[in-house]
Nanobody, 119 residues
């Protein structure tokens, strides 16, 4: 059974920083794209950032220059460094990954971690 487990969320003041981590566990053959999405109350889930297996990245316009996505393939882990946080970054952040297991490639999601930006 493959699982994605996120950590690193919490409460931070505007202008502060947080680092999210998401580790994949289980019998994994390979991991393709990994990414972070977020969902604020009353809003749809939206893409924050993605990273390919070779390290190519893509960001939502709203986080460009403030957030950095990275991955450690040896640890099956993806990170999201969030700097200069704003109240509008408040949301539940979800990790996503395309993972190849014995039965094929599937899309997996983490359980979510709350990020609250408030003074």
């Amino acid at each position: 059974q493959v699982q994605l487990v996120e950590s690193g969320g919490g409460l931070v003041q505007p202008g502060g920083s947080l680092r999210l981590s998401c580790a994949a566990s289980g019998i994994i053959f390979s991991i393709y794209n990994m990414g972070w999405y977020r969902q604020a109350p009353g809003k749809q889930r939206e893409l924050v950032a993605t990273i390919t297996g070779r390290g190519s990245t893509n960001y939502a316009d709203s986080v460009k220059g403030r957030f950095t996505i990275s991955r450690d393939n040896a640890k099956n882990t993806v990170y999201l460094q969030m700097n200069s946080l704003k109240p509008e970054d408040t949301a539940v952040y979800y990790c996503n990954a395309g993972i190849v297991v014995a039965a094929g490639e599937y899309d997996y999601w983490g359980q979510g971690t709350q990020v609250t930006v408030s003074s």
